[in-house]
Nanobody, 117 residues
Framework: QVQLVESGGALVQAGGSLRLSCVAS????????MGWYRQAPGKQRELVAI???????NYADSVKGRFTISRDNAKNTVYLQMNSLKPEDTAAYYC???????????WGQGTQVTVSS
C-alpha cells in the first residue's frame, strides 16, 4: 500500500554536494516518521538521519553538520541535503517510512551515491 521512490544519487567528487529526494504515496506520509539509511557493500545498513512527524531531527555522528534532512508534507517528500561529501559516504541510500503504531518500516528501492577521491 505504501510506495517510496528515491532519486538524486550520482557520482560526485569529494567535497561536492547532492540532494536526495524520496516521494511517498498516500496520506500516511504526514503522520509517519521518515528516515534515510545507507548500506555499503559488505556492511550493515545504518541510519543516517531521521525526521519525525513533528519535524524533530536526529543524525548519525558521521554526518552531523554535513547532512540535513527535511520534509514537505504537501508534496509527500523527504529530502537529504548532503554537503562536503567524503569517499566513505559512498553507499546505496534508502528512504524508510516508519509506521507510528507498529513500527514497521517501508523501504524504497534505493539510489546509489558514489564519492570519488
Amino acid at each position: 500500500q505504501v510506495q517510496l521512490v528515491e532519486s538524486g544519487g550520482a557520482l560526485v567528487q569529494a567535497g561536492g554536494s547532492l540532494r536526495l529526494s524520496c516521494v511517498a504515496s498516500g496520506s500516511i506520509f504526514s503522520t509517519s516518521a521518515m528516515g534515510w539509511y545507507r548500506q555499503a557493500p559488505g556492511k550493515q545498513r545504518e541510519l543516517v538521519a531521521i525526521i519525525t512527524r513533528s519535524s524533530s531531527t536526529n543524525y548519525a555522528d558521521s554526518v552531523k553538520g554535513r547532512f540535513t534532512i527535511s520534509r514537505d508534507n504537501a508534496k509527500n517528500t523527504v529530502y537529504l541535503q548532503m554537503n562536503s561529501l567524503k569517499p566513505e559516504d559512498t553507499a546505496a541510500y534508502y528512504c524508510g517510512l516508519t509506521g507510528s503504531l507498529t513500527g514497521r518500516i517501508y523501504w524504497g528501492q534505493g539510489t546509489q551515491v558514489t564519492v570519488s577521491s
